[in-house]
C-alpha cells in the first residue's frame, strides 16, 4: 500500500524558563493511503503534541524537528508558515476535541463551513452557501437547509460534532486528523459519530489518523495501531496483532485495564503509578517504573525499536520471548 505521510525522526521540544521539556522523542510514522490508523496511549503520552508538530500549530515555544515529512510526496518539515497553512487548508483538515467550544458562539453553523469554502475552495458566497448545506446533508444532519442558519447552541453535542466534521471535509483533505473527537459525547453519540467517519473514509478515500485514550474505540474503527508513551512509540501493529498478540507490557497493561466483550466477567486491572513528568524523564525505558516485568537494565538504556512482522515492531527488551499472548486470552 503506497504512503500518504511518512515522517521520521520526529522531535519537539517545549521552553519552559531555563528546563526544555521533551514531548516527542524522536518518533517514525506512516500513514497509509486509504487506512484509518489509531494513536493510542495515556493522556500526557504526547499523541497531540505529535500531530500539532506535524502540521505546525504549535505555540512559538516550542521547537519542532525531523529528519524528514513527507505528504503525499512532497517535503515539507522544511516549509515556511504561510506554506504549512495552505497545506493545512487543502491537503490536511483536523477535527479537535471538544465539539462545545470548538464552534463560535456568535456564527451561524453555516457561516463556519461557507468560510472554508470560500477561503480554500475559491467558491462565491451564494455557491458556498449550497455546498455548506451539502455538506451538512452528508454529515447526517437533518433538516440541512434550516440547520445552516442555526447557531451553536441550538445544536446538540453530537450535531455540533458533525458540523466539526463538515468544516473538515470542505477541504476535501488527503488526511483527516481526528483528536479525541468523541470524548465530549456519550456512548451513543460515539457509536454514532465513529460509523459516520468509517463510511466517509471510505465514500472520500480519505486515510484518518484517530487519536484516543481509549483502546474499546480504535477496536471498532482502525485497521492499524501505534501505541505512545511518555513522547515516544512503545508498539505499532495491525488491530488484530495488538489485540491478540502484544508485545509491550504498556500495551497489555492498556488492554488489562479495558472491560471484556465477550461477557466473561474478570476484575480490571488498572495501570500502577502515573505516567513520567516530562520535566523528569527517565534515561531508560519511559515505562520502567510502572512496569511489571522490568529488569536492572531497563532504568539505563532505552530498548531497541524491534520488528516481529512486516506490520508489527515492539520497544521492549522482553518482547518476543516466550508467550506474549494477551493475558486476558489465557
Not at 521520521?8 to 528546563?19: A, P
Not at 484518518?208 to 515516544?232: E, K, N, P, Q, W
Not at 497493561?253 to 495501570?271: F, Q, Y
Request: charged share 30%.
Amino acid at each position: 500500500m503506497d504512503h500518504l505521510l511518512d515522517v521520521k525522526n520526529l522531535r519537539t521540544l517545549f521552553h519552559d524558563g531555563d528546563s526544555k521539556l521533551e514531548a516527542v522523542r524522536g518518533i517514525d510514522l506512516t500513514v497509509q493511503k486509504g487506512e484509518i490508523l489509531g494513536i493510542v496511549g495515556e493522556s500526557g503520552s504526547g499523541k497531540s503534541v505529535m500531530v500539532k508538530s506535524i502540521l505546525g500549530i504549535l505555540p512559538e515555544h516550542a521547537k519542532v524537528d525531523a529528519d524528514e515529512i513527507i505528504l503525499d510526496g512532497k517535503h515539507i518539515e522544511n516549509l515556511s508558515k504561510k506554506e504549512k497553512r495552505g497545506i493545512r487548508g487543502r491537503d490536511i483538515a483536523m477535527i479537535f476535541q471538544d465539539p462545545m467550544t470548538a464552534l463560535n458562539p456568535l456564527k451561524k453553523s453555516g457561516d463556519h463551513l461557507i468560510e472554508i469554502l470560500i477561503r480554500v475552495r475559491g467558491m462565491k458566497k451564494k455557491e458556498a452557501k449550497l455546498e455548506a448545506i451539502e455538506l451538512l446533508k452528508m454529515v447526517g444532519i437533518p433538516s440541512p437547509e434550516k440547520r445552516v442558519d442555526q447557531y451553536p447552541h441550538e445544536f446538540s453535542g453530537g450535531m455540533r460534532q458533525r458540523v466539526l466534521i463538515a468544516m473538515a471535509l470542505a477541504c476535501q483533505p488527503k488526511l483527516l486528523i481526528a483528536d479525541e473527537p468523541t470524548t465530549a459525547l456519550d456512548v451513543t453519540i460515539q457509536a454514532q459519530i465513529l460509523e459516520l467517519l468509517k463510511k466517509l473514509q471510505k465514500e472520500n478515500d480519505m486515510s484518518v489518523v484517530f487519536i484516543t485514550h481509549d483502546l474499546g474505540v480504535v477496536a471498532t474503527i482502525c485497521s492499524r495501531i501505534v501505541v505512545m508513551y511518555s513522547g515516544m512509540v512503545m508498539e505499532e501493529g495491525l488491530a488484530e496483532e495488538i489485540f491478540y498478540s502484544p508485545k509491550h507490557p504498556y500495551t497489555k497493561a492498556l488492554l488489562n485495564s479495558i472491560p471484556r466483550v465477550d461477557g466473561k466477567k474478570e476484575r480490571l486491572k488498572p495501570i500502577k503509578g502515573s505516567a513520567p513528568s516530562l520535566k523528569n524523564l527517565a534515561k531508560g525505558c519511559p515505562f520502567a517504573d510502572r512496569c511489571e516485568m522490568v529488569m536492572d537494565k531497563c532504568y539505563s538504556e532505552v530498548p531497541e525499536y524491534k520488528s516481529f512482522s512486516t506490520t508489527q515492531k515492539s520497544r521492549c527488551f522482553l518482547a518476543g520471548e516466550g508467550d506474549h499472548q494477551n493475558d486476558r486470552d489465557s
